[in-house]
Structure formats: structure tokens, C-alpha cells
T-cell receptor, first 111, second 113 residues
Framework: AQSVTQLDSQVPVFEEAPVELRCNYS??????LFWYVQYPNQGLQLLLK??????LVKGINGFEAEFNKSQTSFHLRKPSVHISDTAEYFC?????????FGTGTRLKVLA | NAGVTQTPKFQVLKTGQSMTLQCAQD?????MSWYRQDPGMGLRLIHY???????DQGEVPNGYNVSRSTTEDFPLRLLSAAPSQTSVYFC????????????FGEGSRLTVL
């Protein structure tokens, strides 16, 4: 069965510290991978996506993610977070016409 | 530049009532979908459509109906509301089914009493 696992439901981190949000996927076919961000009381918006090519993908707001096929992972990183990065982050993959989302990781940036 | 528009933003229903959540997009996207978001469960796909006249079920389709008569509109119907359908519902669209970015509406918060 196809699935996405986000290992951490909440991640607290101090401002200007680095952060990594973990994502693993399970699929028997090739997939396309995405990270979305949801700010309070809003819809989701795309941070970055991996379709093919370079395994290191850069997105908006200084975020990047690395696709690791052998570990079936697509972890999201930022070297220095801001208070404004406080939000919920969703990993997703698409294949066979369906987007499958993880359960989300709530990032809380502390002053 | 409206993007994906959902109405209503908030709705309270009694058990057994029916209602329709509206979704419209002005980007000429072929792919449209409905998700529900529940705490700790992420987004779960209810129904999706790959073009006018074509719809299919997602992970949690029971209790919901959809239709796609035009490219722009993709309404979600609750036939007989149940408390288990209390959730936040998101409509999303994409220009390309698998590789395209999903554009989301702002959500519709539904409470079933």
C-alpha cells in the first residue's frame, strides 16, 4: 500500500536554529514528492517538489529537501528558522492520479 | 486572481441534513479534488476528478457525492450528515494530475451536531 509517514507530530525549535522535518514514503511505483505548508486558518501552499533530476531540491522561504531513494525519504531542512516559519508542514506524494498526504508536523519556533 | 474559491467558510448542520460545499477555480485546471482534514490524520482524499464528466473515489468517499459538469466547478455533496463528518474540507486543483502543484482553497469548516 502507498503511504507517507511523518515521524514527528510536533517539533519545537529556537529561532535561528536549524531544523529537519522527517518524511518517509512507501510505494511500489515511481512517485513525485512534495512539501506543503499550512499557516493558521489557511489552505496549504507548495514549499517545494521533487519530480526528477537532482536529489537536492530548493524551495521558497529558504527551505530545501533531499530525496533519498534507498531510504525512501524526503526530509525537509532549513539552516536557520524564523518565528514566521511557525506552521504545519505536510509531506505528500503523487502517483496514479492521487495525492497522498502525511499526517503533518507542527513546527513551533520559539523566541 | 481568485484561484480556488470555496463556499461556505463555516457551516453548522444537524444530523441527517444534506448540504453542498461549493468549489470553483478560474485557472482552467483539469484536475480537482476534495480533502478532509482532521487532527492527527492529515489530509485524506475524498473524491477527485481528472476532467469534466470524470470523477473517482479517494480514500474516504462514503457519505459524499461529487459531480463535474464544467471544468471550473466541483461541488461536494453530503447526503445525510453525520457527526463523523465534522471536519475542515479543502478543495484543490492542479494543471497536471500527478506532477503539478496543488492549489488549495481556504477551507470550509463543517460542524455536524
Amino acid at each position: 500500500a502507498q503511504s507517507v509517514t511523518q515521524l514527528d507530530s510536533q517539533v519545537p525549535v529556537f529561532e535561528e536554529a536549524p531544523v529537519e522535518l522527517r518524511c518517509n514514503y512507501s510505494s511500489s511505483v515511481s512517485v513525485y514528492l512534495f512539501w506543503y505548508v499550512q499557516y493558521p486558518n489557511q489552505g496549504l501552499q507548495l514549499l517545494l517538489k521533487y519530480l526528477s533530476g537532482s536529489t537536492l531540491v530548493k524551495g521558497i522561504n529558504g527551505f530545501e529537501a533531499e530525496f533519498n531513494k534507498s531510504q525512501t525519504s524526503f526530509h525537509l531542512r532549513k539552516p536557520s528558522v524564523h518565528i514566521s516559519d511557525t506552521a504545519e508542514y505536510f509531506c505528500a506524494f503523487s502517483g496514479t492520479y492521487k495525492y497522498i498526504f502525511g499526517t503533518g508536523t507542527r513546527l513551533k519556533v520559539l523566541a | 486572481n481568485a484561484g480556488v474559491t470555496q463556499t461556505p467558510k463555516f457551516q453548522v448542520l444537524k444530523t441527517g441534513q444534506s448540504m453542498t460545499l461549493q468549489c470553483a477555480q478560474d485557472m482552467n485546471h483539469e484536475y480537482m479534488s476534495w480533502y478532509r482534514q482532521d487532527p492527527g490524520m492529515g489530509l485524506r482524499l475524498i473524491h477527485y476528478s481528472v476532467g469534466a464528466g470524470i470523477t473517482d473515489q479517494g480514500e474516504v468517499p462514503n457519505g459524499y457525492n461529487v459531480s463535474r459538469s464544467t471544468t471550473e466547478d466541483f461541488p461536494l455533496r453530503l447526503l445525510s450528515a453525520a457527526p463523523s463528518q465534522t471536519s475542515v474540507y479543502f478543495c484543490a486543483s492542479s494543471v497536471r494530475r500527478e506532477t503539478g502543484e496543488l492549489f488549495f482553497g481556504e477551507g470550509s469548516r463543517l460542524t455536524v451536531l
